[in-house]
């Protein structure tokens, strides 16, 4: 069976501080992978999505970036944090592009920029 | 611009009771809906989902119904459990974009 692993699964970190999530997926191959954020008090919103290694496409203009450096390796970074990059970060999988193909989420990662 | 959109930000029900969550969308290229449920901490986990050229379905106590001519979509929960208590998101996708729309989710209680 696939799993998706995210950590850390809470970090602090200071404002101008640089960032790392990283998520990686198992039990498949060639996933989709994307990237969303939960703000407090609102829905979920995509981030990024990757079709495959080394393919990013970005959703929203942002503080943010994402790569992947192998097939089922999917990576959040920020050069500075803001604060309004707090959040609730979460990684997704999917196995193709078509309305069969189901998104499944890991656990997430309660980021806070102070 | 909200193209799929939970207008209810919680409901509140007692045991035993159905559940009605509603989720409105705009973009009629829409042709998949989605619904999750979330617990506080954790990530969405995958409820039902139900395609354009259908209108209802149904899994065991959650059923989705949709309708196209109103761009509508809800999910039923019956009977309801205090288990269910969560938040439930509704998500939209154009096929073969692999893009997820969701909304802003909805509190769901279930009062023992």
């Known amino acids: 069976s696939q799993t998706i692993h995210q950590w850390p699964a809470t970090l602090v970190q200071p404002v101008g501080s640089p960032l790392s999530l990283e998520c990686t997926v198992e039990?498949?191959?060639?996933?989709?992978l994307y990237w969303y954020r939960q703000a407090a008090g609102r829905g979920l919103q995509l981030l990024f999505y990757?079709?495959?290694?080394?393919?990013i496409s970005s959703e929203v203009p942002q503080n943010l970036s994402a790569s992947r450096p192998q097939d089922r390796q999917f990576i959040l970074s920020s050069k500075k944090l803001l604060l309004s990059d707090s959040g609730f970060y979460l990684c997704?999988?999917?196995?193709?592009?078509?309305?069969?193909?189901?998104?499944?989420f890991g656990p997430g990662t309660r980021l806070t920029v102070l | 611009d909200q193209q799929v959109k939970q207008n209810s930000p919680s409901l509140s029900v007692q045991e035993g009771r159905i559940s009605i969550l509603n989720c409105d969308y705009t973009?009629?290229?829409?042709?998949?809906f989605l619904w999750y449920k979330k617990y506080p901490a954790e990530g969405p986990t995958f409820l039902i989902s139900?395609?354009?050229?259908?209108d209802k379905n149904e899994d065991g106590r959650f059923t989705v119904f949709l309708n196209k001519s109103a761009k509508h979509l809800s999910l039923h929960i019956v009977p309801s459990q205090p288990g269910d208590s969560a938040v439930y998101f509704c998500?939209?996708?154009?096929?073969?974009?692999?893009?997820?729309?969701f909304g802003q989710g909805t509190t769901l209680q279930v009062k023992p």
């Open positions: 997704a999988w999917s196995q193709g592009l078509t309305y069969a193909d189901t998104q499944y």
């Open positions: 039990g498949t191959s060639n996933p989709n």
């Open positions: 990757s079709v495959g290694i080394g393919q």
């Open positions: 973009n009629s290229m829409f042709d998949y």
């Open positions: 139900i395609s354009s050229i259908k």
């Open positions: 998500a939209a996708s154009a096929e073969f974009t692999g893009k997820l729309i």
